[in-house]
């Protein structure tokens, strides 16, 4: 064989020699039974048709490539943003470890996060003894000042009920009394990550608000001029919250950030283990219902939570993931007009110097047609900056957006000229944005790590904004709020425009007079 | 060093300028260059209009002989095209250091020339020299002398280093250059009555591949165009031509008229930028190479492709009209004529009001009236500051200009167009003009620019930065050009 142990190949290599190549050959020839080459071709240029984009657009069952994940993840998320909180999820083990390694590829960072094993024998009698032992081993081992319980679809098929088997566990001395269990159903057969943020973050609010499982009295508001911040489930956290409390700190607003993941997701490689870090106080989740404002950055993931703390006697607003301009300054001049404090000089600066680089660079996205996907008010928020970048974001796809989501989307394309082609398509997977790409042509795809098959196949140049991200690193550590935010947005989407023109110019004695110094 | 002098005078004395006819003996003598004001912005040096004149060449090594500075920053920063080698774009520079200038970099810029010789195999070499050298006496003439005796090959000495005098002195020096050391050097396989020079044209961004296909129909042949997308050997056999089209104007003038006395090879001033402007030089060129021996039906063909092609242009700006009519444009232009580009944007229903005519002839400045009326706007020398100051009020809706004024504009809040050699779309031709066209109405109605007009928008009246700005002159921003 072609590997040789004084100079072994890697995988960059090695099925590249003419050994392979051959036995590969042998094997399709002799042993595959394939498909003449003629009729794979012929198949894979009848895929690109309209044809079978009506085929592809009727499909009723089959998810293909959806852009989505399910509730625990968004759960597991909002856990590790408080203090000292341990994730706890109720429900099979297997799916925790996904939970572990989907966020560890995106961030970069370990991410704690426990499960209560249910085996099948759980899923006969029920998973109370699994949660019996599990909060009693957790809480032993692993010291947490709070655990957050989530579910996966095991233990909601089965029905467990975890206000009652908390209240069960602490009775037999699982954890302390006093010591807090929050907890959020989110199964993964309703909704998305997006749903399951909500829920885990209403199940926090609701714990520390309304009397902890009717343990303690309910907290009596007493306003103060306080706002709280919620993010939503955003993969650029880290670089967000940090951005926000810089922006919050320049304005002198009293703030809460209920769910902090900036730390925790960005430990200092100094020697120390950092098991938890960061996170909101959980003194402060309390004190938080005396704020005088709730605001979401994303309306899609906090539609329950909100409705919670406007119960409780909350101004509360939604944005959608406000990114550029026009998102930037809606945003800054509601937390001034909430917070009754001006948006200093320094802020305005930035927000000229980012109208200042949008100018500088607007003929080079100036008409360009864009697909985007991704979570509901990220694409919004992308769509919005695009529209006001002067460019078409013609196909817009939320595997887990829904009629509300479509309906938003297309005002928002209804107050653009540069909106008048463009379509939402709530509910579809990446194998629609397939289809979409091949009939309906455009110059970008901005989506997350996944679009990388559709940029193979479909030629579109993917410009990776969302979530995961996993064959780039450190991303997430850039903000994409604040002018600061708009101002990296807008870097991502022209670095691609220039390395695309490269690409494109760059054959030595063909294209290659092109292949320009000064883009 | 007088050698060089000479050069300069000669240069000065330059009989078909415009400018030179109206000026007194003694004015004459005292040169074009304007002494420039210290600590006042400014633009390019000699160096930088000698090695921009030349760079075009596209098979020629352009070694600069001096510190790394010249060439390090100049590397690559023209927008012109090629259509064969990409050598052109290969950055060779002696990078002198201190040893050279203590002890002469002579032998070190020898060994260059030899190295590239080795490594390259270029046509020719173009070596050129830059303040450092000159100033501790480097003799680049004999080096490039001894240097293509030894190899056997063109190694051409541009003599023009940044300290004598401005970009525009630059580019005609590097015209001198070539008429002592290219122009005649060779002659052509064959020739025919169709055969023209293309004097003082770059092929920036592509454009005169929009024009030649029209040069081709006709079946008129570019022998040579000095210097975009052009070979060495073409430059020195272009003394065959029968006729030649001087593009800019100022830049290269002195090859165009001594051509025309040394070769005989009649000369007119024309541009390809605005429909108007182009059927006129294609009719021109005709017209002398009918003069100089071709068929009188040439004529014929040109005016059946003049108005095909009119035709065409128009139909295609026509779509424009209804979204640019009314639309203020301010022009400041550098080599690109003004008056060329006035005609093309008032035919698509655009209103002038202003244009620089900082680098135009008096005959260019006639023509701007016949064209926009007596009371054209037409400004000298705009300073950033009047620029900004003519954006802001509002007197204007978008300016067209060189890259180095675009941040005016900007920070003015103001659409701008990148008229100069730094854009990235070719406006040369009946094509080129309808793309001009068509790029002024993106840039007019790009959503960015309501958004830099608008305050923030949680400003209250009196605050904003535009007011602040307009109320202290004095921080007003400032570029070369």
């Known amino acids: 064989m072609t590997q040789d142990a004084d100079k072994v190949l890697d995988h960059f290599e090695l099925f590249r020699g003419a050994e392979y190549k051959e036995m590969f050959a042998n094997k399709r020839a002799n042993f595959e039974n394939t498909h003449p080459d003629a009729e794979v071709d012929r198949v894979r240029e009848w895929a690109k048709t309209k044809e079978y984009q009506e085929k592809n657009f009727a499909r009723e069952a089959l998810v293909v490539n959806p852009a989505k994940a399910c509730q625990p993840l968004g759960a597991v998320f909002v856990a590790v943003g408080f203090e000292g909180t341990l994730p706890f999820v109720h429900g099979s083990q297997g799916c925790v470890a996904y939970y572990r390694s989907h966020f560890s590829r995106h961030f970069k960072e370990p991410t704690s996060c426990v499960s209560s094993s249910m085996t099948e024998d759980a899923a006969v009698f029920g998973g109370l003894n699994n949660m019996v032992d599990g909060l009693a081993n957790a809480y032993s081992m692993y010291k947490p000042k709070m655990i957050a319980v989530s579910t996966t679809c095991m233990a909601e098929v089965i029905g467990d009920d975890l206000n009652a088997f908390i209240k069960t566990a602490k009775e037999k001395g699982s954890v302390p009394a006093e010591f807090d269990v929050t907890f959020a159903h989110t199964p993964a057969f309703v909704g998305s990550h997006v749903t399951g943020y909500d829920n885990a973050m209403k199940g926090v609010i609701e714990h520390f608000w309304d009397g902890k499982a009717g343990t303690v009295p309910k907290l009596e508001r007493a306003e103060n001029g306080s706002i709280n911040f919620i993010g939503g489930f955003d993969g650029y956290t880290v670089g967000n919250i940090r951005e926000v409390k810089r922006i919050f700190d320049l304005m002198q607003v009293e703030y809460t950030i209920i769910g902090d993941n900036s730390d925790v997701w960005d430990t200092p490689t100094d020697g120390e283990f950092r098991m938890y870090d960061g996170g909101t106080k959980l003194n402060d989740v309390a004190n938080a219902v005396n704020a005088k404002a709730t605001i979401s950055m994303q309306q899609f993931c906090t539609e329950k939570t909100l409705e919670l703390v406007r119960n409780h006697g909350h101004e509360v607003l939604a944005f959608n993931h406000p990114v550029g301009v026009a998102g930037t300054d809606h945003f800054l001049m509601e937390v001034s007009r909430l917070s009754g404090k001006p948006i200093p000089a320094e802020l305005e600066k930035e927000r000229g110097r980012l109208v200042d680089a949008i100018a500088d660079s607007n003929a080079h996205i100036h008409g360009k047609k864009f697909a985007i996907y991704g979570d509901p008010d990220l694409t919004y928020g992308l769509a919005a900056f695009l529209l006001e970048l002067g460019a078409e974001p013609v196909h817009v796809l939320a595997t887990n957006g829904n009629k509300a989501w479509a309906a938003k989307m297309q005002a928002l394309f209804d107050s653009s000229p540069f909106g008048a082609n463009c379509k939402a398509y709530p509910g579809k997977d990446l194998w629609h944005m397939r289809s979409l790409l091949f009939t309906e042509p455009v110059d970008y795809l901005i989506g997350n790590t996944y679009g990388k098959y559709l940029e193979r196949d479909t030629g579109t140049p993917l410009i990776r904004i969302g979530f995961p991200i996993f064959d780039r690193h450190h991303h997430h550590r850039r903000p994409v709020w604040g002018y600061q935010g708009g101002m990296n947005l807008l870097i991502t989407i022209l670095d691609k425009i220039f390395d695309t023109m490269d690409a494109k110019t760059n054959v030595a004695g063909q294209t290659d007079y092109s292949y320009d110094i000064i883009r | ?481």
């Open chain 2, 1 to 481: 060093m007088t050698s060089l002098n000479a050069k300069i005078q000669e240069v000065f004395n330059e009989p078909a300028c415009g400018v030179n006819h109206n000026k007194t003996e003694k004015e004459r003598k005292k040169g074009c260059t304007k002494q420039l004001q210290p600590g006042g912005a400014a633009g390019g040096c000699a160096f930088d209009g000698a090695k921009i004149a030349l760079q075009p060449f596209t098979d020629v090594a352009h070694l600069v002989h001096g510190p790394i500075a010249c060439e390090g920053n100049s590397w690559d920063n023209r927008g012109s095209k090629s259509s064969g080698s990409a050598l052109w774009r290969m950055s060779f520079t002696t990078d002198m250091n201190e040893t050279d200038i203590v002890f002469g970099g002579e032998k070190r810029l020898y060994k260059a020339i030899k190295e590239i010789g080795e490594k390259y195999d270029p046509a020719a070499i173009f070596v050129y020299q830059t303040c450092v050298p000159a100033m501790i006496g480097d003799d680049i003439n004999a080096v490039c002398k001894a240097a293509a005796k030894k190899f056997g090959r063109p190694v051409i000495p541009v003599n023009s280093p940044g300290f004598v005098g401005q970009k525009n002195l630059g580019n005609k020096l590097a015209g001198e250059a070539l008429l002592d050391h290219v122009i005649g050097t060779a002659e052509p396989e064959y020739t025919t009555p169709y055969d023209i020079n293309i004097i003082g044209e770059y092929n920036l961004s592509g454009e005169l591949w929009q024009v030649k296909p029209l040069l081709d129909e006709l079946g008129i042949r570019i022998l040579s165009c000095i210097s975009g997308d052009g070979k060495y050997l073409e430059a020195a056999y272009s003394h065959r031509a029968k006729a030649a089209m001087m593009v800019c104007s100022r830049a290269m003038i002195n090859v165009a008229s001594k051509m025309e006395k040394r070769y005989n090879i009649p000369f007119f001033e024309g541009s390809f930028y605005g429909i108007g402007d182009t059927s006129d030089s294609l009719r021109e060129i005709s017209r002398l190479l009918i003069s100089r021996g071709a068929p009188d039906k040439l004529m014929f063909h040109t005016e059946a492709l003049v108005a095909r092609e009119e035709q065409k242009a128009f139909a295609a700006i026509e779509q424009f009209k209804v979204q640019l009519a009314g639309k203020r444009v301010l022009l400041i232009t550098g080599g690109v004529k003004s008056w060329s580009v006035v005609a093309a944007l008032q035919e698509a229903g655009l209103e002038i009001v202003g244009t620089s005519v900082k680098k135009s002839t008096k005959e260019d400045k006639e023509r701007i009236k016949q064209i926009m009326g007596e009371d054209a706007h037409m400004i000298d020398d705009m300073t950033p500051r009047e620029m900004y100051k003519m954006l802001r009020e509002a007197r204007a809706d978008i300016m067209l200009s060189g890259g180095r004024s675009q941040f005016v504009a900007l920070k003015a809040a103001m659409p701008w167009l990148d008229i100069n050699q730094e854009r990235h779309h070719a406006y040369m031709g009946y094509v080129g003009m309808v793309d001009l066209v068509r790029q002024i109405e993106k840039s007019l109605y790009n959503p960015i620019w309501e958004q830099v007009r608008q305050p923030a928008p949680w400003d209250v009246n009196g605050e904003s930065w535009q007011k602040k700005a307009q109320a202290a002159p004095a921080a007003l921003p400032l570029a070369a050009e």
